[in-house]
């Protein structure tokens, strides 16, 4: 399966504690995207790469949260001090760089975290 | 900001009949693009169709086109021939083509095929 994947796929967790989620773009995709979505609500954005580089931080993104992407392959997604506020799926997307037109993103499975 | 808007939470269709989504937005921008995803139970979000604002032909994929009315920011999504395999949450969103690559999307309309 050469898609985008994401583990763990469940993650159930303490208020307080510290979480990792880790994404596997496409290979090749040179764009990466985190998004979060809570119950009846569409994805919404928290950050973006362009290979290693951190280009966009959503204000969603509060102190708390972390994204990197090391070597511009995977990414990682750190949560510290969960909230319950924090429950949600977490979403990663990838995308190649392309001519105009071309801006397809490639949706993973996500990560659903409940903070207990 | 850019705010995407769908006012149906649910539909439903007889299977095989024709359905149609809606969708509008609010831009002050004049270059972007638009999508509906698909998000089945359970299962990963995959793009359905695409529309960039410059191009006046309405998309067509398939058993899938769009109505893009860009003056009323309106896109809504047409599917024809519905198929139990079409039972998913349909996702609108908004692309800018000003360098900022996220994805804006509505709140979703769930769509139920009947037998």
């Known amino acids: 399966d050469t898609g985008v994947s994401q583990n763990p796929r469940h993650k159930i967790t303490k208020r307080g504690q510290n979480v990792t989620f880790r994404c596997d773009p496409i290979?090749?995709?040179?764009?990466l995207y985190w998004y979060r979505q809570t119950l009846g609500q569409g994805p919404e954005f928290l950050t973006y790469?362009?290979?290693?580089?951190?280009?966009?931080k959503s204000r969603l993104l509060s102190d708390r949260f972390s994204a990197e992407r090391p070597k511009g392959s995977f990414s990682t997604l750190e949560i510290q001090r969960t909230e319950q506020g924090d429950s949600a799926m977490y979403l990663c997307?990838?995308?190649?760089?392309?001519?105009?037109?071309?801006?397809?993103?490639?949706f993973g499975p996500g990560t659903r975290l409940t903070v207990l | 900001a850019q705010t995407v808007t769908q006012s149906q939470p649910e539909m439903s269709v007889q299977e095989a009949e024709t359905v149609t989504l809606s969708c509008t937005y609010d831009?002050?921008?004049?270059?972007?693009?638009l999508f509906w995803y698909k998000q089945p139970p359970s299962r990963q979000m995959i793009l359905v169709i695409r529309?960039?604002?410059?191009?006046?032909q309405n998309a067509t994929e398939n058993r899938f086109s769009v109505n893009f009315q860009k003056a009323a920011k309106s896109f809504s999504l047409k599917i024809s021939d519905s198929q139990l395999g079409d039972a998913a949450m349909y996702f609108c969103?908004?692309?800018?083509?000003?360098?900022?690559?996220?994805?804006?999307f509505g709140t979703g309309t769930r769509l139920t095929i009947i037998p």
């Open positions: 997307a990838s995308s190649p760089e392309g001519d105009r037109g071309v801006y397809e993103q490639f």
């Open positions: 290979s090749e995709h040179n764009r």
């Open positions: 969103a908004y692309r800018s083509n000003f360098g900022n690559e996220k994805l804006t």
């Open positions: 529309q960039e604002a410059y191009k006046q």
């Open positions: 831009t002050s921008e004049s270059d972007y693009y």
């Open positions: 790469f362009q290979n290693e580089a951190q280009l966009e």
